[in-house]
């Protein structure tokens, strides 16, 4: 333990080396100075530190959202090529003469594959816009037509929905084709 020696640095103050050079008033002022140092060098660090800290915080935050609305918009894609087949569905059954004429066991067959992939689709958050009879929205609806609006209908209200219209997870992947109400000015 002898063997280990610590260097001074130059500006250290001790009461042995400078006693004979300096009184204590100096010596006092000396210390204050170096300890007026000290401060200041452990308040920039602590600033620093805090700093780091924070920004370490925030990252760790944002990445966390991140990975999240990653998560949450993964499977737009897939859910975007499903939607045609519902679209399918949708039209198989919309002429009523040509469905009714069907044996009724291939109908509730047919049915229950689309109820079944509705159901998987909704699940992982793809909701079906229905807007019939709602305010026209640009954000979620496309107006491919308009309608007189006769007999106190609403004006810029959706009257017909010729095509759904999916959000996903409350981003609108596809927008609804509307005919819409409107006022003829004369």
Known sequence: MADTEFEKEKDDVTFEEDSELTSPAEQMKKLREKLATCVAEKQE???????????????????????????????????????????????????????????????????????????????????????KGKPFDPREHAAVA?????????????????QRGYTLNGKVLRPAQ?????TETK
């Open 45 to 131: 660090y602590l600033d620093g530190w805090q700093r780091i800290k924070a920004e370490f915080a925030n990252s760790k935050k944002l990445e966390k959202e991140e990975k999240e609305r990653f998560i949450k918009f993964a499977e737009e894609n897939l859910l975007e090529e499903l939607i045609p087949v519902l679209d399918s569905f949708d039209m198989a059954t919309a002429n009523s003469a040509s469905w009714e004429a069907l044996p009724p066991e291939w109908r509730k067959g047919m049915e229950y594959v689309r109820s079944q992939l509705l159901g998987i689709l909704e699940s992982h958050g793809l909701k079906a816009l229905d807007p």
């Open 146 to 162: 308009e309608v007189p609006a006769e007999n106190g209908e609403g004006d810029h209200t959706v009257a017909q929905v010729l």
């Open 178 to 182: 509307v005919k819409v109400y409107i």
